[in-house]
């Protein structure tokens, strides 16, 4: 049997901000319900059904700490199939509505969205016990998937003030992680891709400027803190030159590598198609891997223009029944005039999702044969998506990623990698120096950072410098009671410094419901240390202020594991 080759390593990243309790419709608990609708049971669902067959997945799921607990949040578990029941009921009402009118059509598509809310809700309560992340730890522990960790509540962590604030969303990310998954996690998705290396650093602009002071390499904290690998953009890899090194190995947190150290001049070579470690100072740390985003395969899913996605015949998402909200059109062409939709018919579309999984196969195969085999080294290919694009944006996704993935299997040519198992078997030989960026438009801060979100970013360093001149004025709590007040503070910042606010204003996706969900955790953060310090210094504390206090600990019931000390500075 001829070599494969190269490997394949699909990336899904699960993120959904903190919304349970914070509005329902159209921005807040919803965006819960519909991930976990149209996306992590489909998912749980491909899983399945490739594992029935013999098939491993072998794909990579991130879920960020902030969407395992609220996952995890009882209050889901509560509200998650009346949520389904509204949506079959809605269909139920479509079913009628058509039927009266006499479009046996549309009445026979509102029949399947009936039938698919009934099957989610059998499987979330009956199958799954109300327990998704406990599916998903079952896959994980079975050897099917790897499960990747991220930032708490997916702060931007270049921007972020100081590196304690860091330590704390990586820290906080660490102890979700293992609450749930029962072991350490190994691979981290950098929000937003964002990288920032050891430099003296001072706020970017349009921010006020302050002295540079010398900052630590983001891949430095993520090393202390026991992990091995994360994704990168591909426009990250273009400045530098890599430099070839030795891998020394000892079991430390579990890590793949312990230390690793030059070993001769700068090589000229560099490509997507393999790991490299990170940073030019990786003998100060644990070394950690980066692993490079392939544009060529990435732009096939993920483009809604030229992309899969797009395809004439595929669910569009816009254009929507009221009322229920339920999708009966296709895309049918890239216009985006909604009155011209056609009728949507399932039966095209999944012939289309056979079409595209093929041409997905040929583009990876062709891809890996023209890849570099530096040192005869296996090439990979990193395709890294948002979860949700997969059943959510993307109606047909799930199926398209069940028949590409069994394709690939079965195809001796490629090899189906979780990213821990490929750097195991492919370790780097070579580090490599990143800029500073991200992957969002022009590669830099700009979508988070820029004259409209600067307010937000002067409310974080607000609350981020309040938070060290509180545990310098007393500590992390001299007993139970003061440890739940800064306890609260933290999380409260932590919930403020979530990337998602400055997205949804920028994008001018969510602008009012951004702006208010930051301005409320500014406001919480500043009174739960107002208390902090009061009753630190034996102040009486009222008892309408004790009953704030407990209603914000219910709405924002986050984080349980959360230590204080990971905050300071």
């Known amino acids: 049997m001829s070599e494969p080759v190269g490997a394949i390593c699909i990336v899904l990243h699960g993120h959904i901000p903190y919304v349970l309790g914070h509005s329902t419709w159209p921005h807040g608990s919803n965006m819960i319900f519909e991930a976990a609708a149209d996306t992590y049971i489909p998912l749980l669902w491909a899983l399945e059904e490739l594992a029935a067959e013999g098939l491993p997945a072998n794909i990579t799921l991130g879920l960020t700490p902030v969407t395992m607990e609220q996952l995890a949040d009882e209050r889901f578990a509560e509200w998650f ?87 704390g969303q990586i820290e906080q990310g660490v102890a979700t992680y293992e609450q749930f ?11 937003e891709c964002a990288y920032r290396p050891r430099a003296n650093w001072a706020p970017p602009p349009p921010l006020p400027q302050e002295l540079p002071r010398w900052r630590k390499g983001l891949e430095e904290i993520l090393g202390t803190s026991g992990y091995d690998y994360f994704i990168v953009d591909s426009h990250m890899l273009e400045p530098h030159a890599p430099l070839p090194v030795q891998t020394a190995h000892h079991d430390s947190l579990g890590k793949l590598w312990s230390h690793i150290y030059r070993s001769g001049d700068p090589l000229g070579a560099k490509t997507v198609y393999r790991p490299y470690f990170i940073g030019h100072h990786f003998e100060d740390h644990p070394p950690v891997a980066g692993l490079f985003r392939d544009p060529q395969t990435s732009q096939k899913v993920w483009s809604g223009d030229v992309g899969y996605p797009g395809d004439a015949n595929y669910l569009d998402f816009h254009k929507k029944h009221m009322p229920g909200d339920h999708r009966y059109w296709r895309v049918t062409d890239g216009s985006g005039d909604l009155g011209s939709k056609q009728p949507y018919h399932p039966e095209w579309a999944m012939e289309r999702v056979s079409i595209h999984a093929g041409n997905f196969l040929w583009t990876v195969k062709e891809t890996l044969r023209h890849a570099p085999r530096p040192d005869g080294r296996l090439p ?21 990623l069940v028949t590409a993935l069994r394709w690939m299997h079965h195809d001796p040519d490629l090899k189906v990698m979780q990213c821990r198992d490929y750097l195991r078997e492919e370790e780097p030989t070579a580090a490599i120096a990143l800029p500073e960026g ?22 974080v360093y607000d609350a981020e410098r309040n938070l060290q001149a509180l545990f310098r004025d007393h500590g992390f709590g001299h007993d139970d009671t003061a440890h739940r007040l800064i306890s609260q503070a933290c ?29 409320g955790h500014h406001s919480d953060f500043a009174r739960c240390a107002d208390l902090a310090r009061r009753y630190g210094r034996g102040e009486e504390i009222s008892r309408e202020e004790w009953a704030w206090f407990g209603d914000l600990c219910s709405r924002d019931r986050i984080f349980g594991s959360l230590n204080p000390r990971w905050f300071a500075g």
Request: hydrophobic share 40%; charged share 20%.
């Open 491 to 519: 999380r409260e910042l932590l919930l403020l410094e979530a990337s998602d606010w400055q997205f949804l204003m920028t994008t001018g996706a969510a602008v009012d419901y951004a702006t208010h969900r930051l301005h």
């Open 380 to 400: 990979v290919v990193l395709s890294p998506f948002d979860a949700e694009l997969f059943g959510h944006w993307w109606h047909e996704g799930p199926r398209w």
């Open 181 to 191: 998954m029962g072991r350490r996690p190994r691979g981290f998705w950098l929000p």
């Open 81 to 167: 199939p009346g949520y389904l029941d509204t949506r079959r009921w809605q269909a139920e009402q479509n079913i009628a509505e058509f039927q009266h009118r006499g479009d046996g059509h549309l009445a026979w598509l509102a029949q399947r969205w009936e039938e698919h809310y009934r099957a989610l809700h059998h499987s979330f309560c009956e199958r799954y016990s109300r327990n998704l992340l406990y599916q998903f730890r079952q896959h994980q522990d079975a050897g099917r998937l790897e499960i990747m960790s991220s930032a708490a509540t997916h702060g931007y962590l270049p921007l972020l003030h100081d590196d304690a604030n860091i330590r």
């Open 438 to 459: 991200s992957w969002g438009a022009g590669g830099g801060h700009w979508v988070w950072l820029n004259e409209n979100t600067r307010w937000t970013w002067e409310r």
